[in-house]
């Protein structure tokens, strides 16, 4: 694994993949101008984050799955506006139920986040490339040179390990669903 700024170099990244990366947002979103937004925004946080980043994939591979997740989150927040806006419409007493309820998701995914850090170094690399990057047993079994029951073994075990430390949390059960929205 290697830092992406020893491999590449950023305009050359930037050049060749922008309109790919454009192209996967506005199929996804059928909005030329959200698409460019989401686009600069995942270019910005790969500029920013270049120095640290370590790439364990193809560029090309990361910036699909940049991109989807990107394009996730837009969704999802869209999705969280629109309900908002529902409620506001409807009646202003409920808001306070949708402000809870943000900031349980808000903090049940920053609470996954530090348990998963927890997690054995491979269990860790494999529930991340499966759970958050999206990749196949399959790939993970490539990439990591690992067969595809090992990996299914440390999804398994990552998976144990969190529904343990998340019992005693209110939202334990969600956390399987934050990831599927992710992944999907």
Known sequence: MNKISHLYNFEDIYNQYWEKVYLQCASKLNDTEIAKDLTQDIFRSLWERHEELVITISI??????????????YIRNEAVKRRHN??????????????EEELNYKELYERLKFLIGFLPTQCR?????SKIDGLSNKEISSELNI???AVEYH??????FLRKKMKDFK??????????????
Not at 171 to 184: C, H, N, P
């Open 86 to 99: 529902q409620l506001l419409a409807d009646n202003s007493e409920p808001i306070t139920s949708v402000t």
């Open 147 to 149: 067969s595809e029951r």
């Open 60 to 73: 090309e591979h990361y910036l699909a799955k940049a991109t989807k997740l990107k394009v996730l989150e």
């Open 125 to 129: 690399n494999v529930f991340t490339l």
């Open 171 to 184: 939202l334990f059960l969600s956390f399987f669903t934050i990831f599927a929205t992710l992944v999907k």
């Open 155 to 160: 999804i398994t075990k990552a998976y144990s």
